[in-house]
């Protein structure tokens, strides 16, 4: 599977370096950061201190920039970072992070093709600070610019073809079958993903701050230009499938999604439902991404047999204390290094 070349630009501005996502992110978690006394807020740093201890004994502060979250803010995932969200230029955000006398620096679900990512490793190593991999992940996506619709699904897989695609005769013989967009009644769709969440996970999707930031976020991305997907698929007017996209430039992100389990033998809706919505990616012309993002589904990586291309992710823990440093180097990386800097 290829990488993603998009992440390799010198700017690629994402769903989560748009102002609506940094602005939601701030007013939710504002009253957090300002009274909590282990969280210390950096401005100038467009960042935030999480005071705290590894295994109760050895003090630790860990900066994290805004809109990534840590054990006091269980923020929703903000992938893809990428520096130059922060309202200056990359190399600025990065030193003015590098600066600070914290213990350690935390950046999250950084695209290994970014092309900051070595001179900044560079940087850290001239500032004597140790830079550990400590997770890796796989985003997935489908290349809908350099292909079509129907060489796409001539390469997947008959299994994924017939759930993703073909049994929407099976669907389609039983009941009259629509496909909508919510918008603006974003109460109702958080209401009904939430639903399928609690029957399937039991719990719902999103409850309490982070509830609080997605309605936050919708109108303000809507605001902004960018299209909310609210997307429903109905069977004989009910509700049975529900898909959160977001589309910012020429990407399309499926945020979240939620459906009936059993609602007619041999049919997944939610696979089903997903294959409308990457038809329709393909028939829109300023569409050239449908992401999957990072995360596995309940039962198998369903998205791996979705998707053309890839970005491969690393989490990277910048390192201000020797101490802390000897830890880290004695208990070894979670994964192998990907990157070759690092």
């Known amino acids: 599977m290829k990488q993603d070349p998009f992440f390799a630009q010198i700017d690629p501005i994402t769903l989560f370096q ?12 504002h ?13 100038e740093a467009q960042a935030y201190v999480h005071r705290h201890k590894i295994k109760g004994l050895l003090p630790v502060e860990t900066l994290h920039p805004f809109s990534q979250g840590c054990a006091e803010l269980a923020s929703i995932r903000s992938e893809y970072f990428n520096p130059n969200g922060i309202n200056r230029s990359a190399e600025a955000a990065l030193k003015t992070m590098l600066a600070s006398p914290c213990s350690e620096l935390v ?3 950084v695209p290994l093709s970014a092309p900051w990512l070595e001179g900044f490793y560079k940087t850290a190593q001239q500032k004597n600070k140790r830079v550990f991999q400590r997770e890796v992940d796989i985003a997935y996506s489908v290349n809908t610019l350099d292909t079509d619709f129907e060489t796409y699904i001539a390469s997947l897989g008959s299994n994924t073809r017939l759930k993703l695609f073909n049994r929407r005769k099976r669907l389609q013989s039983t009941h009259t079958v629509s496909v909508e967009n919510m918008w603006p009644n974003v109460d109702g769709f958080i209401e009904l993903l939430n639903k399928f969440h609690r029957d399937r996970w039991y719990k719902p999707c999103y409850k309490g701050k982070n509830l609080a930031f997605i309605k936050a976020l919708l109108p303000k991305l809507h605001e902004e230009g960018h299209r909310v997907n609210l997307s429903v698929l109905k ?3 009910q509700p049975v499938s529900v898909l959160l996209d977001i589309s910012v430039g020429n990407r399309t992100y499926n945020l ?13 809706l939610g696979t089903l439902h997903f294959g409308y919505s990457i038809e329709q990616a393909f028939l829109q012309c300023n569409t050239h991404t449908y992401d999957f993002m990072a995360g596995e589904g309940k039962n198998s990586n369903y998205k791996v047999k979705f998707a ?3 970005c491969d992710m690393v989490s990277l823990t910048i390192v201000n204390n020797s101490l802390l440093a000897m830890l880290y180097k004695l208990k070894g990386d979670k994964h192998a290094r990907l990157h070759p800097s690092l």
Not at 18 to 29: I, V
Not at 31 to 43: A, C, Y
Request: proline share 0%; no cysteine.
């Open 18 to 29: 748009t102002q609506a996502w940094q602005q939601s992110w701030l007013e939710t978690w």
């Open 308 to 310: 053309n291309q890839q």
């Open 256 to 268: 979240q999604g939620g459906f009936i389990e059993d609602f007619l033998k041999g049919v997944s």
């Open 31 to 43: 009253s957090e950061l300002q009274h909590n006394t282990k969280l210390i807020v950096l401005d």
């Open 235 to 237: 069977a004989d007017e």
């Open 107 to 109: 950046l999250k679900d």
